[in-house]
């Protein structure tokens, strides 16, 4: 395992949240290499300091006036007793519905925006360095294959050369604290990365675009998987790759 590999699970094996086979790799790297050593006891000693400090995170005011704002403003006419108190236990249940219905959207989208920054953040990362493929390769019969027992996955793996966009590898990385899929292809001297994890919901998704730090992400899922396709090409191109790897891989 390279030091770059290491730098990405480190977190991970602080918070137990490796399978045995990654903590074993990353543990044996940490043996052998001092400086990957050095950063680990760091990170551990500040998520000891943190842990007796007992600090707790607590929701931004900004989630709660968001909560509020969503909710319906009380009745303004004037009612007789009986009828303000049926209205107060009916108003009561249908805010109290309303509410965790918005918290829901607002826990879901915060969510969404939070693996989006993931995507993001992968993305930068394997072009720095030389942690961009694991396998290096042109030919999907031999990158498909190489995910077999590394992933509870099998991603689909296209060639889509003669579409214009070129296969170049693949490599293993973590979105959201997951093991993911990378597929990655070049477009001219741009990169594509093709994040695959398994579906977070049992419901297909449309393909939606969205722009992120400068980068366009194409999202979708289908066949319980989910897609993100992140690169700095224009949105155009990127939906042009969406649209011909949908294809192939039908």
């Not at 490599?171 to 398994?198: C, E, Q, T, W």
Request: glycine share 8%; net charge neutral.
């Amino acid at each position: 395992m390279s030091c770059a590999q290491t730098q990405i699970l480190l977190h991970a094996l602080l918070d137990g949240e490796l399978d045995a086979g990654h903590a074993r790799d990353v543990e044996g790297h940490l043996r052998d290499c001092a400086r990957c050593a050095g950063e680990f006891r760091v990170h551990r000693s500040m998520q000891e300091a943190i842990a007796s400090a007992g600090l707790r995170f607590y929701a931004p005011l900004s989630l709660r006036r968001r909560i509020e704002k969503a909710l319906p403003a009380p009745p303004q006419r004037s009612a007789n007793r009986r009828a303000v108190l049926k209205g107060f236990v009916m108003g009561t249940a249908l805010s109290t519905a309303m509410a965790a219905s918005v918290v829901v959207g607002v826990i879901r989208s915060d969510e969404q925006d939070r693996v989006l920054g993931d995507v993001v953040s992968a993305h930068v990362r394997s072009l720095q360095g030389e942690h961009l493929t694991d396998v290096e390769t042109t030919d999907q019969h031999t990158v498909k294959p190489w995910f077999n027992g590394k992933l509870d996955l099998a991603p689909p793996v296209v060639d889509l050369t003669a579409q214009g966009f070129t296969l170049i590898g693949g490599r293993l990385d973590y979105l959201d604290g997951r093991a993911v899929a990378s597929i990655v292809y070049r477009r001219r001297k741009h990169v594509i990365n093709l994040f695959v994890a398994p579906a977070a919901d049992s419901q297909g998704q449309r393909t939606k675009l969205v722009s992120s730090q400068g980068y366009n992400i194409c999202r979708w899922s289908a066949h319980g998987l989910d897609y993100y396709a992140v690169s700095d090409i224009n949105a155009d191109e990127l939906r042009e790759f969406v649209e011909k790897f949908e294809q192939a891989a039908a």
